[in-house]
């Protein structure tokens, strides 16, 4: 069974940092595409930045490039998300995400960032004050 949990959520300041963590298990790590997305009350989701086992990249969403860095520990299935120079607007549920290959295929990092992955992690809630 695939599982994922993200964790290191809470409240900080504007301007402040936070790291969450991600772990998984049920899968084969290094084959699956992995993300970090959030959701908003009334908003829709957003990807936020995704490791593509396609061309092992990093891709990340014009809102949060140059303050986020998602990073991977293949050894212990765990990927993270440092959150730097957070904003009010960063203020979120976020959660973890993964996605098996396709038949001989990955799709793009940016579709991934737009519509999602297959399997959807508990999140862990993110407030930014002003």
């Known amino acids: 069974e695939v599982q994922l949990q993200a964790s290191g959520g809470g409240l900080v300041q504007t301007g402040g940092s936070l790291r969450l963590s991600c772990t998984t298990s049920?899968?084969?790590?290094?084959?699956?595409?992995i993300g970090w997305f959030r959701q908003a009350p009334g908003k829709e989701r957003e990807g936020l930045a995704c490791?593509?086992?396609?061309?092992?990249?990093?891709t990340y969403a014009d809102s949060v490039k140059g303050r986020f860095t998602m990073s991977s520990d293949n050894a212990k299935n765990t990927v993270c998300l440092q959150m730097d120079s957070l904003k009010p607007e960063d203020t979120a549920v976020y959660y973890c995400?993964?996605?098996?290959?396709?038949?001989?295929?990955?799709?793009?990092?940016?579709?991934?960032?737009?519509?999602?992955?297959?399997?959807r992690g508990k999140g862990t809630q993110v407030t930014v004050s002003s």
């Open positions: 490791i593509n086992p396609s061309d092992g990249r990093t």
């Open positions: 995400a993964a996605d098996p290959p396709g038949t001989s295929r990955y799709y793009s990092s940016s579709y991934y960032l737009a519509y999602g992955m297959h399997y």
């Open positions: 049920g899968f084969t790590f290094d084959d699956y595409a």
